[in-house]
């Protein structure tokens, strides 16, 4: 069974960046399709973005695009995400989720789909 500990949020001023970390165990993580939710308080948990098994297909909430980045590297069973020009909406706890079924080429953008979760890591933007 793959576990998933995210790290790296924090705070930060509106304008600046972060990278968050996702550290799984396990040998079948390279064939998973890894995504990236988040949740502010009161609000439900939102898709961010998904990137394949591969690392060749990658989706972005519209919220994100441009200003987010999916990246994943299999060697070492890890996935980031970049977060650059930070808004105070972007406030909220980062989850890096797993889909367990295999080699999937359109990794899914429904929470549903997600059966494996870290424990959340807080990123909070100051305006």
């Known amino acids: 069974q793959v576990q998933l500990v995210e790290s790296g949020g924090g705070l930060v001023q509106a304008g600046g960046s972060l990278r968050l970390s996702c550290a799984a165990s396990?040998?079948?993580?390279?064939?998973?399709?890894m995504g990236w939710f988040r949740q502010a308080p009161g609000k439900e948990r939102e898709f961010v973005t998904t990137?394949?098994?591969?690392?060749?297909?990658?989706y972005y909430a519209d919220s994100v695009k441009g200003r987010f980045t999916i990246s994943r590297d299999n060697a070492k069973n890890m996935v980031y995400l970049q977060m650059n020009s930070l808004k105070p909406e972007d406030t909220a706890v980062y989850y890096c989720?797993?889909?367990?079924?295999?080699?999937?080429?359109?990794?899914?953008?429904?929470?549903?789909?997600?059966?494996?979760w870290g424990q959340g890591t807080q990123v909070t933007v100051s305006s």
């Open positions: 989720a797993a889909h367990t079924r295999t080699r999937v080429e359109v990794p899914p953008q429904r929470a549903a789909e997600y059966n494996i």
């Open positions: 396990g040998r079948t993580f390279s064939g998973y399709a």
């Open positions: 990137i394949s098994w591969s690392g060749g297909s990658r």
